[in-house]
T-cell receptor, first 110, second 113 residues
C-alpha cells in the first residue's frame, strides 16, 4: 500500500463551483501534511500546510485534516480556469522525508 | 533571487552512459532532496541530505549516487543510465525539519535511449 493515496482523476469541475480533492495516508503517526499545485511542465508549488485536526482556510482554499480517519482534503471555492493543474498531497514522515501521492489532475471548465 | 537552480534542464543519454545532475540553492537551507516524477506516479524521493555531510536513501535510490558537496550544492549521479531512468528530476531544499516548506527547482528532463 502506498503511504499516500490520491485519486488520479481527471476531476472536472465547472467554473465557480467548489472543487474537492482528497488524500488518504497510511502512517497513523504522521503529523503534518502539505498540498502542492503543479502546472504542466512546471515544478510543484506549495498551496497550504496543515498540522492539526480540523479546517485551515487561506483565501479560496481550505485544507481539512482528520487524523482518526487518516485523510486530508483540499477544497477550492469559486474555482477558476487558472486552478486547472495537478494537485499533490504530501505527508511529512519525519527525518526530512516528504512523501507524495500520485496527484489528482483538476480541470476547471469555463 | 534564484532559489533552487538545477542543470541541465534537458538531457538525452544513451544506455550505459553516465551523467551528473547539478543542484544549488541560495537560501542557506540545511536540507536538500532529489525527486523523480513519472506519469501517474507523483514525486518519489531518490536521496536526501538532512544537513551538510549527511546523505540518506529515499524510496527509489537504486541506480543513483549523490554528493552533498557543501551546504549549497547537492548533485545526483547516474553511473550507468538505463531507459527506466527516463524521468523528470526535481531538486529541492528546505530548512531543517520543523514542518518547513520545501522549495523545488525547475526540473531536469532526462531521456535515456
Amino acid at each position: 500500500q502506498k503511504e499516500v493515496e490520491q485519486n488520479s482523476g481527471p476531476l472536472s469541475v465547472p467554473e465557480g463551483a467548489i472543487a474537492s480533492l482528497n488524500c488518504t495516508y497510511s502512517d497513523r503517526g504522521s503529523q503534518s501534511f502539505f498540498w502542492y499545485r503543479q502546472y504542466s511542465g512546471k515544478s510543484p508549488e506549495l498551496i497550504m500546510s496543515i498540522y492539526s485536526n480540523g479546517d485551515k482556510e487561506d483565501g479560496r482554499f481550505t485544507a481539512q485534516l482528520n487524523k482518526a480517519s487518516q485523510y486530508v482534503s483540499l477544497l477550492i471555492r469559486d474555482s477558476q480556469p487558472s486552478d486547472s493543474a495537478t494537485y499533490l498531497c504530501a505527508d511529512h514522515l519525519g527525518a526530512q522525508k516528504l512523501v507524495f501521492g500520485q496527484g489528482t489532475r483538476l480541470t476547471i471548465n469555463p | 533571487n534564484a532559489g533552487v537552480t538545477q542543470t541541465p534542464k534537458f538531457q538525452v543519454l544513451k544506455t550505459g552512459q553516465s551523467m551528473t545532475l547539478q543542484c544549488a540553492q541560495d537560501m542557506n537551507h540545511n536540507s536538500m532532496y532529489w525527486y523523480r516524477q513519472d506519469p501517474g506516479m507523483g514525486l518519489r524521493l531518490i536521496y536526501y541530505s538532512a544537513s551538510e555531510g549527511t546523505t540518506d536513501k529515499g524510496e527509489v535510490p537504486n541506480g543513483y549516487n549523490v554528493s552533498r558537496l557543501n551546504k549549497r550544492e547537492f548533485s545526483l549521479r547516474l553511473e550507468s543510465a538505463a531507459p527506466s531512468q527516463t524521468s523528470v528530476y526535481f531538486c529541492a531544499s528546505s530548512e531543517l525539519w520543523s514542518g518547513n516548506t520545501i522549495y523545488f527547482g525547475e526540473g531536469s528532463w532526462l531521456t535515456v535511449v
